[in-house]
């Protein structure tokens, strides 16, 4: 059985859920992948590759962390900056691992993902998701607003206006925030 998730924001695509495996809480920063919650990495890798779906196809093992970690910091500088060209080198560089492979199957056309080293595939799978965000929308790829959260999440609003990564907590603190300074000021 694989150990809850302690992360304050999951469901994210799975490329911003990747960037969303370090998170910060009262200022203190927190990395699934190294001890959050008491986990071990590669605990820690497994309560990820639970959460994102990929558990059946992808192990928890260190091969395949040291990969994700990899994509990790090459998304973390490819949403940062987009136009930073040694970020794109190093995503083109993660999926240099992989491959898509055209099938027919019963329903139609469809696509299979293949590595030569299967211990790339989450890594693999983050990054071809951070090219599909792009493609669809790539201004709601958006970092939440608040100054100490360092959460990422994809804007699916009707009007592409979200500015937090969750209204409970960051935007709950930003509103109470602005209604304690209004009745100073009064």
């Known amino acids: 059985m694989t150990a809850t998730d302690p992360r304050p924001l999951t469901g994210e695509p799975v490329a911003l859920d990747l960037l969303n495996t370090r998170w910060a809480v009262d200022g203190e920063p927190l990395d699934l992948f190294a001890g959050a919650a008491g986990l071990t990495r590669v605990q820690g890798l497994a309560v990820w590759l639970e959460s994102t ?3 059946d196809r992808f192990r928890a093992d ?3 962390l040291v990969h994700l970690l990899t994509a990790r910091e090459a998304l973390a500088r490819a949403v940062a900056d987009p136009a930073d060209e040694s970020a794109r080198t190093l995503v083109d560089a993660v999926l240099e691992h992989g491959r898509i492979r ?3 199957t019963t329903e139609g056309p469809g696509e299979r993902a293949e590595f030569a080293d299967p211990t790339w595939g989450p890594a693999w799978t983050a990054a071809r998701d951070y090219l599909d965000l792009l493609g669809s929308a ?3 790829i958006r970092r939440c607003a608040s100054e100490t959260c360092v959460l990422h999440f994809f804007d699916v609003s009707r009007n592409g206006t979200r500015r937090w990564c969750s209204m409970a907590a960051c ?3 930003a509103k109470a925030s602005r209604h304690y300074a209004r009745t100073r000021e009064r």
């Open 171 to 173: 935007g709950n603190r």
């Open 102 to 104: 055209a099938t027919l």
């Open 62 to 64: 260190a091969a395949t």
């Open 53 to 55: 779906g990929l558990a």
């Open 138 to 140: 790539p201004d709601r």
